[in-house]
């Protein structure tokens, strides 16, 4: 754990958690909490073992930690671990069990939905802990944060367009949704808005019917998007999807969506940008959501989140001349805007709540 620091910093806190009368076996991985006190879900997860879960909850964990640096949040980076399968191991009495382990870290670690949890397993969770948002509307939280992850990448995706094609609109783009799950069908809508052309693609007949129910013959569904003839690719299904081979085939200009760990292996930012592919980078692209729920933490009102979330658009601005200025990969600028950020903290709140 100390030795591990691809941001150039390792982790401050890691914390095993078991309880014996619910079978909770979980890790907290505290990351950083130079801006604030971290922030990041609970994932949820059939890992094959101990080693497996610790590396996910620490790499996602310095990932949270750059997500917040990079949207501008009072924040740090965090995540938890639960080993187990949600549909057979997720009780009510693990989930508290789990709380109770939150609440002892005293505010400093604050968890959210993940893969494998959802805003009704965080309002039991909220039985046990102050120290958790995005919970139902209905229990005080502020529900699912599809729509302002999609508005995000919708913000990234227009000043990537502005930078490449000289105007922001994305009218007459054609632009492939991988997945159109919470983010990415309202990630379609917004494009149509905006005049785009839009192509999809998703393995569930639930989710292709319902963007069917609602844009019809507006949208068409491919077999996949990837390798398609697009101008933007925008992966919102799984990470890892921009492998070596994959670029080699990519026949858009750019690639902006929501998923998480976009690159199978960091190198591929440098082929992305060898093949003059501008990648916008995930989690940069992607932080509404955390934009949305560290509102709920920080006390933000809709309009300072929706301030926010459009300020995603200026960050990519701002990461694309970086990268253009000094002849940086996009990933590379945008580390160097996260480690500038955590080394000169503009406004870092010490205490937690
Ligand atoms: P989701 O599970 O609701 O939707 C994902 C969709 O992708 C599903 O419809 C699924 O059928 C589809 N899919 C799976 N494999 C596919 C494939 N090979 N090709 C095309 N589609 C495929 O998840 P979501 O909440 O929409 O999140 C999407 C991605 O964005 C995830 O990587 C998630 O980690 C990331 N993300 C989500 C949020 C959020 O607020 N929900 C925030 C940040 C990042």
Known sequence: VFDRAETGRSHEQVVFCRDESTGLRAIISIHDTTLGPALGGTRFHPYAGEAEALADGLRLAEGMTCKAAAAGLPLGGGKAVVIGDPARDKTPALLRSYGRFVERLGGWYVTAADVGTTAEDLDVIGETTRHVVGRTTAAGGSGDSGPATARGVFEAMRAAAGRLWGSESLAGRRVGVEGVGKVGRHLVGLLLEDGASVVVADPSRAATDRIRALHGRAVAVLPRVRDADVDVYAPCALGATLTAAAVAELRASLVCGAANNQLAVPEVDGALAGRGVTWVPDYVANAGGLVQVGGELLGHTPEQVLRGVRAIGDTTREI?????????????????????????PAHAARSAG
């Open 320 to 344: 694309l001349e970086v990268a253009g200025r000094d002849g940086l990969t996009t990933g590379e600028a945008a580390g160097r805007i996260v480690r500038q950020r955590l080394a000169r």
